[in-house]
């Protein structure tokens, strides 16, 4: 007569196998979430940079955006609110950056690009064209 069922070596094998899986899966999720909050800080800080430069053109007035490196967090001037970056997501210069908009669709970057990092030291930098107010991302 045969016994049904597993052997200790087959039960063994197949969790060893999803130990495996398990372990390789945790390590790229680790790596997954530090990613996407620099990406959804990029899409958060593009997108205000971009309001910005609609609003001084619409509105025939300089606007800036101002990146704060004591509070981690960036605003709109002259009528916007500190607005932090997400949960691990740093500014890398070690000095307060200003982007300036013109109502003629000229920018300038006061005094530099900034450079936002991840702990994972993964960064992406904006930038502008001063002649034209274009907003470059450099992942």
């Known amino acids: ?10 039960t063994t ?9 398990l372990g390789i ?16 800080a990029k899409d958060e800080v ?13 509105e025939r007035k300089i606007y800036q955006v ?12 002259p009528d916007g609110e500190s607005k932090p970056l997400p949960q691990g997501i740093s500014i890398a210069n070690s000095f307060d950056i200003t982007y300036q908009f ?8 006061i005094p530099c ?3 936002l990092v991840n702990p994972r030291n993964k960064s992406v ?3 502008v064209i001063p002649a034209t107010g274009y907003i470059r991302v450099k992942e």
Do not use: C, W
């Open 1 to 10: 007569m045969r016994q049904k069922g597993f052997t200790v070596i087959e």
């Open 13 to 21: 094998l197949v969790l060893i196998i999803l130990g495996i899986i």
């Open 25 to 40: 899966s945790m390590a790229s999720y680790r790596n997954y979430i530090p990613r996407m909050r620099l990406n959804a």
């Open 46 to 58: 593009l997108a205000t940079l971009r309001l910005a430069q609609t609003k001084a053109i619409a």
């Open 66 to 77: 101002i990146f704060e490196k004591a509070t981690n967090s960036y605003r709109i001037n």
């Open 102 to 109: 013109n109502p003629d669709h000229t920018a300038k970057m």
């Open 113 to 115: 690009d900034v450079t």
């Open 125 to 127: 930098i904006f930038y």
